[in-house]
């Protein structure tokens, strides 16, 4: 079920429900039906905290997009990029409708047959400019959200749905395939979840579309426009310069194939009070445990474990020390007491303001982190306490993560000035574009429980058992073959910036190589003749 973390934060004195009309783009009567279009098929509102509310206005026509309709809301996206003190969208549909699609009579009878093409263009340069915006927009979702209309939903940057919300990707039940709402989705929800909506056609409601991510949340139909604007004006308060800087990161970076962490501003940990005393001789303690497990652990709890320059450049050594031990088969990191990290030291950012450090200590802490994520053995996070800024990045770094319940995460940059970039790469391929989103765009921290919802962490165990649970979970790995836990992370980590086509020429030389390993040959002929697995050797040969 949803989690009710932002209802229970929301329930703060509401903004202003009342709009201030605005002029909207030209109107329009259509063409394609005989029925009359209302005078705006668009309204054009103005709330508070710079918030602006666009409204499909054509509820007896189930608010579809028509070639008027994405004329007027094209023109009203673009009034938002001239407004300068609009730091927040929301896109809603009247009545009981968000949003049906495409008008389909305006592509049967005797209409213009290049009327398709106009129309399908006319669409795709919409939400080209809806997406590349240079301030968050959230849908709110009342009723149906049907084809274009579940389009126009996943390209906007979060949405919040009604729980009587429907969502119907795609009307391949009448023969046409969701092409260009599949361009979306996959950006919003993955792949996997998109091939089930476009090629069953399927209804979901809110609470499923919630669970593909598809929408952030879903509160009662009654609140939900009085619960959009509150998470409008929670994202308006932000600097606007931050988001639209933060925003094309997000956007720039998964147009890339090359898998790496760009130099960028890290978010940093909001704990002010962190004085600069004298730290402790290591920063890093490691340990090393039975069954090839290694403890790496941030050893400053005073200062809340900040990832400082100098605690990086030690995770960084420890890191690198381990890729050399070929007895590691499992990594895990965590914090020392209260804190796992909360992300870089503000102080001694700010003690050298105008300086190099900056940089030195932004690629410093890329540089650990893309070793970290190509460490060739899986690495485990063992969180206890908040896990904010760059210390989530390091969370979303490792292949898993275990949380204890009181764990939380944040992303809170955004909320001093400085958008949480770096963190965005890690974050964004731990558990996608839309989570991801909100998260960054809202500084919000979460749970345990939601980040285990968001596939932040595998497991969520009571506080005093993390440390336990995930030497479980390590041990329950490194019991595998060294040499195939390599080549397994390795193809994974190499296919996921490749097409298709590539990650299975990949995929199927690995496959070739593995079959050569001993441990590989002894494990199979052990399997066909029903004997006890054998010992691995743990060597290439």
């Known amino acids: 079920m949803p989690s009710n973390e932002l209802q229970t934060k929301l329930t703060i004195p509401t903004p202003s429900l009342a709009f201030n009309v605005v002029r909207c783009g030209c109107r329009f009567v259509r063409k394609f039906s005989s029925t009359l279009q209302s005078e705006q098929l668009v309204l054009v509102e103005s709330a508070d905290s710079g918030i602006r509310v666009l409204t499909l206005n054509n509820e007896k026509q189930a608010n579809c997009l028509s070639l008027a309709m994405i004329h007027e809301l094209h023109s009203a996206i673009k009034q938002v990029k001239e407004v300068n003190e609009i730091r927040a969208v929301v896109i809603r549909g009247a009545g009981r409708f968000f949003c049906c699609g495409h008008d389909l009579g305006e592509f049967v009878g005797d209409n213009d047959s290049k009327l398709p093409a106009t129309v399908f263009t006319a669409c795709a340069n919409m939400m080209i400019d809806l997406a590349n915006l240079p301030v968050p927009s959230i849908a709110s979702v009342g009723g149906i959200a049907y084809g274009t209309g579940c389009q126009l939903v996943a390209t906007c940057d979060m949405a919040v749905a009604g729980q009587s919300a429907k969502f119907v990707?795609?009307?391949?039940?009448?023969?046409?395939?969701?092409?260009?709402?599949?361009?979306?989705?996959?950006?919003?929800?993955?792949?996997?979840?998109?091939?089930?909506?476009?090629?069953?056609?399927?209804?979901?409601?809110?609470?499923?579309?919630?669970?593909?991510?598809?929408?952030?949340?879903?509160?009662?139909?009654?609140?939900?426009?009085?619960?959009?604007?509150?998470l409008a004006q929670e994202v308006a308060k932000n600097s606007k310069p931050v988001m639209e800087m933060g925003k094309r990161a997000l956007h720039a970076q998964i147009s890339t194939r090359r898998v790496a962490v760009p130099l960028g501003r890290c978010g940093f940990g909001l704990f002010r009070h962190l004085s600069s005393t004298t730290q402790p001789t290591h920063l890093v303690l490691t340990e090393a445990m039975d069954a090839g497990v290694h403890v790496l652990t941030l050893n400053n709890e005073k200062r809340a474990n900040c990832l400082s320059l100098a605690m990086i450049r030690e995770l960084h050594a420890a890191i690198k020390r381990v890729k050399e031990m070929p007895e590691v088969r499992v990594v895990v990191i965590r914090g020392s007491g209260r804190f796992f990290s909360a992300g870089h030291d503000l102080k001694e950012l700010m003690q050298d303001k105008g300086s190099g450090k900056w940089a030195e200590v932004f690629s410093a802490c890329s540089n650990m982190m893309v070793d970290l994520a190509k460490l060739r053995v899986p690495s485990i996070a063992a969180v206890s306490g908040p896990a904010h800024a760059a210390g989530c990045q390091l969370v979303a770094t490792c292949d898993m993560a275990v949380a204890g319940t009181s764990a939380t995460f944040a992303?809170?940059?955004?909320?001093?000035?400085?958008?949480?970039?770096?963190?965005?790469?890690?974050?964004?391929?731990?558990i996608g574009m839309r989570p991801a989103k909100e998260l960054l765009f809202t500084g919000r921290a979460i749970s345990a429980t939601r980040a285990y919802e968001l596939g932040l962490v595998n497991r969520v165990v009571p506080d005093e058992q993390v440390l336990d649970s995930a030497l479980e979970l390590a041990r329950e790995v490194a019991q595998h073959s060294r040499p195939v836990l390599i080549m397994g992370k390795q193809a994974l980590n190499a296919q996921a910036s490749l097409d298709i086509e590539e990650s299975y020429d990949l995929a199927t030389q690995v496959m070739l190589e593995n079959l050569e390993l001993s441990d590989a040959q002894k494990g199979i002929q052990a399997f066909l003749n029903k004997e006890p697995m054998p010992q691995w050797t743990h060597k290439k040969d």
Not at 413 to 425: D, E, Q, R, W, Y
């Open 169 to 230: 990707a795609a009307p391949i039940r009448l023969g046409l395939f969701g092409s260009t709402p599949g361009v979306a989705l996959v950006r919003a929800i993955g792949m996997r979840a998109t091939k089930e909506l476009l090629f069953t056609g399927c209804t979901i409601d809110a609470d499923r579309a919630y669970e593909l991510n598809l929408v952030n949340h879903v509160v009662s139909d009654d609140h939900l426009l009085e619960y959009t604007l509150n």
């Open 411 to 430: 992303t809170p940059g955004i909320k001093i000035g400085l958008f949480c970039s770096t963190p965005a790469v890690a974050l964004i391929r731990a």
